[in-house]
């Protein structure tokens, strides 16, 4: 069964709708199922998080058991890094919109935080 050859209006005309509030709610519906781009930075941040904290730990010869806080700080630092780059027009050196400079440079200060916070810390009791 088709009203005026259209066959959304047959199947809303069946439920008691009108087929502009069947069409409304589809977009509405469908708004919420599409797929969401990622952006470059997050994962650049990533890439760079994980191979200063490689790096670092490489250099220093341990982690001390601070590697899941060294990679955090990291990860956040480069990307902290590229938006304070992109804030203050930093462009020396850049991958697309990721700006890779800044993002090494405060993923260094990130690591060399946890690591003057761990020396400064509280030290563990062996028992």
């Known amino acids: 069964m088709t009203v005026g050859g259209n066959p959304i209006s047959a199947l809303c005309h069946r ?19 599409r797929i969401v781009a990622i952006g470059p930075a997050p994962v650049l941040a990533l890439l760079v998080g ?6 670092f730990v490489l250099l220093r010869g341990s982690a001390g058991g601070q590697l899941p806080l060294l990679f955090v700080a990291a990860v956040l630092g480069s990307w902290a890094g590229d938006a304070l780059g992109a804030r203050l027009g ?38």
């Open 50 to 55: 994980t191979f200063n904290t490689a790096l």
């Open 90 to 127: 930093v462009d020396a050196l850049r991958i697309g919109d990721f700006r890779l400079l800044t993002a090494i440079a405060m993923a260094w200060i990130g690591l060399g935080l946890v690591s003057v916070v761990a020396i400064l810390g509280p030290s563990r009791r062996r028992l």
């Open 15 to 33: 439920k008691g709708r009108s087929a502009r509030t069947w069409l409304q709610s589809a977009g509405r519906r469908a708004a919420y199922t």
